[in-house]
């Protein structure tokens, strides 16, 4: 994934680790470890300088680019998450894992993002708009 500003690339590995590249002259920066295999990266939209890593030990994590440090650790999916994905105000993650799951929630690096999973393969989405719920049928 490339940062919104350009200047960083980030690259997962099947060690579970994420190097951060500088695009000026193509060195490492930074090596970071999540403990699964890294399926999906995604730099946050609004330039904050937090993406989020997602493995294939279910779990997903949000980091800070500039310091390294993971500001959150988002539990909830039970196998491999293989999509994810920032709201356009960057204030909300969405999830996706093999199992046909989704999970959704606002983003509050100091607390757990709230989720909602019903049975079946169905799952409720809630975002932060008082009274709307998503209701989604996945199917394989």
């Known amino acids: 994934a490339i940062s919104p500003d350009g200047s960083r690339i980030i690259a997962g590995h099947n060690d579970g680790h994420i190097r951060v590249y500088d695009t000026a002259n193509g060195r490492v920066v930074q090596t970071l470890e999540h403990s699964g295999e890294i399926k999906v990266l995604r730099f946050a939209p609004d330039r904050s300088g937090r993406f989020l890593s997602g493995s294939t030990d279910g779990l997903v994590h949000v980091w800070d680019l500039t310091s390294g440090r993971k500001l959150a650790t988002?539990?909830?999916?039970?196998?491999?998450?293989?999509t994810a994905a920032f709201s356009p105000?960057?204030?909300?993650?969405?999830?996706?894992?093999?199992?046909?799951?989704i999970e959704s929630g606002p983003l509050l690096c100091s607390t757990r993002p709230r989720r909602h999973a019903g049975s079946q393969g169905r799952?409720?989405?809630r975002p932060r708009i008082p009274?709307?719920?998503l209701d989604f049928q996945l199917t394989r």
């Open 131 to 133: 009274g709307k719920t």
């Open 123 to 125: 799952s409720q989405v």
């Open 74 to 82: 988002l539990r909830g999916h039970t196998a491999t998450v293989l």
């Open 89 to 101: 105000d960057s204030r909300q993650i969405a999830t996706g894992s093999g199992l046909s799951r």
